[in-house]
């Protein structure tokens, strides 16, 4: 497989046993090894140096927090950032898991303690959510998401872009994850959300009556969530579905318009014209409110009140953009959050504070005068008038 070097713990029985192998050109050592953990020194940026932890969680529930407990003292004594990945056999909240019963998990709560305590940061994923599949039929089959990824607080100053790839359940029971440190991720789709002229409409709130009587199996919260669920498809599909027939323009109506009425004048019978003038007032009337929602002049039209609701959700996307690195004029990157405050400051200082030092002065035209002849061909006559006008002012206020 190419492996140069490698470590790893026997299986005890059938179960467990850890194996790590690395190619040539990465830097790594082994810190420690146990029945149940690896960890793993990466020096291959002497600058950034991390750690990487291969875990296996106990089997049995009972013994289980005395292994985290164990592999928590041995956090707590890493200098540097790392990462955690491997099976970690314990579920932490309810939606990790889909099961027809109902009811606590076992050991979630120490589990999600534990993990507080040593500040773990949940590694975002991609790809089907769970990891782990019992292989039963029926109401017996259950899912969970085992196979996980935590980093330290800093891991990701030093990797902005960490993420876990899902890989799909095929022969075994266990689905693989792959640690990709520069994940690309999908740009995440929106959820439907229901608009104002679907409910005005007749034919949706008949649809919504019909479907609401479908039959669903499992607890009454379950029962609902399908549900609505359900329902939202069904409208999104009328909705798009209206939207096509809709986006005809109006020279289609005048044509339909005046052959019906040359039927209806040839034949005398007027029903076609009053099917299409029906169609064109269901097509301007929900023209009027499809757009009339989409106003931007005031947020109270047809029924979207500015509520807390939907002003978190606008201002929200601004809180989501932020910096993770930036990189500075010798081409070094910068990932710490107060060295990135930094740069943006000097940068800034350094264009509305010119030095005023004479010599400094000199220097700096010669440098402007000679990348000037290149891409900035008026730049030094810009730079000598800045320092005329300053040079009045001063004037100006002395004789003041």
């Keep these: 497989m190419g492996f140069i070097e490698s470590v790893g713990v ?81 579920v932490e909240f309810s939606c990790d898991k889909l099961s027809s019963k109902t009811g606590s998990i076992a050991g979630a709560l120490s589990f999600h303690n534990w993990r507080v305590e040593h500040e773990l940061v949940d590694i975002p994923f991609k790809g089907p959510r769970f990891t782990w599949c019992n292989n039963r039929k029926g109401f017996k089959r259950v899912y969970e998401i085992i196979y996980k990824a935590y980093g330290s607080k800093d891991c990701f100053h030093l990797f902005p872009n960490t993420g876990v790839k899902h890989l799909p359940i095929q022969i075994s029971d266990h689905a693989p994850i792959e640690l990709c440190f520069n994940l690309v991720k999908n740009s995440c789709k929106k959820p439907y959300k229901i608009e104002s002229w679907n409910l005005d409409n007749e034919e949706c709130l008949s649809l919504i009556q019909k479907n609401w009587k479908s039959v669903f199996i499992g607890t009454s919260p379950f029962k609902l969530v399908r549900k609505l669920a359900f329902i939202r498809n069904l409208l999104r599909k009328w909705s798009i579905e209206k939207r096509k027939a809709w986006s005809k323009k109006w020279d289609c109506f005048d044509e339909r318009i005046m052959d019906a009425m040359n039927c209806a004048i040839n034949t005398g019978n007027s029903d076609l014209v009053v099917q299409v003038n029906n169609e064109v007032t269901e097509f301007a009337r929900a023209s009027a409110l499809y757009w009339k929602q989409r106003a931007k002049m005031n947020w109270a039209v047809e029924g979207d009140t500015c509520t807390k609701f939907f002003f978190n959700w606008v201002k929200g996307r601004a809180g989501r953009n932020f910096i993770l690195g930036i990189k500075d004029t010798l081409g070094n990157w910068s990932y710490d959050p107060v060295c990135i405050g930094n740069l943006f400051y000097n940068h800034f200082y350094a264009i509305y504070n010119p030095v005023s030092d004479d010599t400094a002065t000199t220097s700096s035209d010669s440098h402007i005068a000679s990348s000037s002849s290149v891409d900035f061909p008026r730049l030094a006559e810009y730079d000598v008038l800045f320092h005329q006008v300053r040079s009045i002012v001063k004037e100006d206020d002395l004789d003041s």
């Excluded at 810190?31 to 991390?50: A, E, Q, R």
Aim: hydrophobic share 45%; net charge negative.
């Design 10 to 90: 026997n299986a005890t029985g059938s179960a467990g046993g850890l194996w790590c192998g690395w190619k040539k050109g990465l830097m790594m050592s082994c810190v420690t090894t146990c029945n149940n953990f690896i960890i793993l020194l990466n020096k291959m940026n002497p600058s950034m140096p991390w750690y990487l932890v291969l875990f296996y969680g106990e089997p049995e529930q009972s013994l289980r927090m005395q292994v985290f407990e164990l592999l928590g003292s041995w956090l707590a004594s890493l200098e540097y950032p790392f990462v955690i990945v491997g099976d970690f056999n314990q």
